[in-house]
């Protein structure tokens, strides 16, 4: 079968031939329905310095995907052949102390599907059977395949209350965006978002924000100051920029809560810690999604809350065409894209 892989340790993706992968005691194999590019797939794409330290070449890529249960190895008894499911991208040793206690998104033996060992971007793939989690009724497959990243941002938003509350996002990617969606299912009281992408600005609005600033043509912190005179009951830090992050500090209320989810490249800028300390601001950094109250949360909002991601998913690509959408995505011009593999 064919596959997306690096093939080589360079710049790009490759489509290349590889053996139909056999399934193994624990695993499942899946048939792959839809795949959703991330973020992540693009440090591997252009080969930067932790793509380069964490890939080995030959690696089948893909995290975010979905697809139908076509044979099950020895010992699963979880999910059975015909079931859909989707996939989670952490994958644990399920009798670690550390799993066992929720926190197997943190756990130092931790590994990820598409990044240590081959991923789902192909038609067939095999996958722990804890990795393949089923989909409920009602959930739409293109949904489906993204339920990974989608779980970043409900972890993030659902790091507090959330109903009733303002809350600030900074940073407009699809996490960013998502977590708009999950906001405003939840009964946000006023959401505002800052995005330097007039393109982003604008699904940010489609997906739900009250209103959108943008850094580089106004004064976000003037603004915020005006509208919240005593802070924002939270701020969602999601653009891993350091003037983001002084932003979040400054104008998040005093015993308010800031969840990171932007991961920093600049650490020599200076965070003013006095004023986390002197504001008695609560900062938890987040990372993936707690296995698997995030994903009863996000089962929950996708079922019962109403919650609609429509407004980020802005590309549906067959998956041969996977170097325009990571083009796509290069460009910023993009939400969410859809690779379809149901064609084989
Ligand atoms: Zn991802």
Redesign the pocket.
């Known amino acids: 079968m064919k596959a997306i892989a690096k093939a080589h340790a360079e710049p790009g993706l490759q489509i290349i031939d590889v053996v139909e992968p056999e399934v193994r005691p624990g695993c499942v194999k899946l048939r792959i329905e839809h795949g959703s590019v991330?973020?992540?797939?693009l440090h591997i794409y252009n080969w930067d310095h932790w793509a380069q330290n964490r890939i080995h070449p030959p690696r089948i890529v893909g995290?975010?995907f979905c697809g139908t249960v076509v044979e099950v190895g020895e010992g699963v008894t979880r999910v059975k052949v015909g079931d859909f499911v989707a996939s989670e991208?952490h994958i644990v040793d399920p009798s670690s102390p550390v799993y066992l206690a929720g926190n197997g998104h943190v756990d130092p033996t931790t590994t990820i599907l598409g990044v240590d060992v081959d991923g789902g971007f192909s038609p067939f793939a095999v996958i722990p059977e804890l990795n393949a989690r089923p989909v409920p009724a009602g959930v739409p497959h293109n949904v489906a395949s993204m339920m990974?990243?989608l779980g970043?941002a409900v972890h993030t938003v659902m790091d507090g209350p959330v109903e009733g509350q303002t809350v600030l996002i900074t940073g407009l990617g699809p996490i960013g965006m998502f977590a708009v969606a999950v906001c405003k299912a939840l009964g946000a009281a006023k959401i505002v978002a800052t995005e330097v992408s007039p393109y982003r600005i604008e699904l940010g609005l489609r997906a739900g924000a009250d209103l959108v600033l943008n850094p580089t043509k106004e004064n976000a912190d003037e603004v915020l100051r005006t509208m919240f005179p005593t802070g924002v009951d939270a701020t969602l830090e999601m653009s891993g920029h350091p003037g983001s992050l002084a932003l979040a500090i400054e104008r998040t209320r005093s015993e308010g809560r800031i969840s990171l989810l932007g991961v920093y490249s600049d650490v020599l800028r200076m965070v003013d810690f006095n004023q986390i300390v002197f504001k008695g601001l609560r900062l938890h950094g987040i990372v993936g999604r707690r296995m698997w109250d995030t994903w009863d949360q996000m089962t929950w909002l996708l079922t019962e809350k109403g919650l609609d991601v429509n407004a980020v998913i802005t590309h549906h690509v067959p998956w041969q065409d996977f170097d325009s959408a990571m083009q796509q995505m290069k460009s910023g011009e993009a939400g969410k894209i859809v690779l379809d593999f149901s064609g084989g």
Request: proline share 0%; charged share 30%; glycine share 10%.
């Open positions: 991330c973020g992540t797939d995290h975010e991208s990974d990243a970043n």
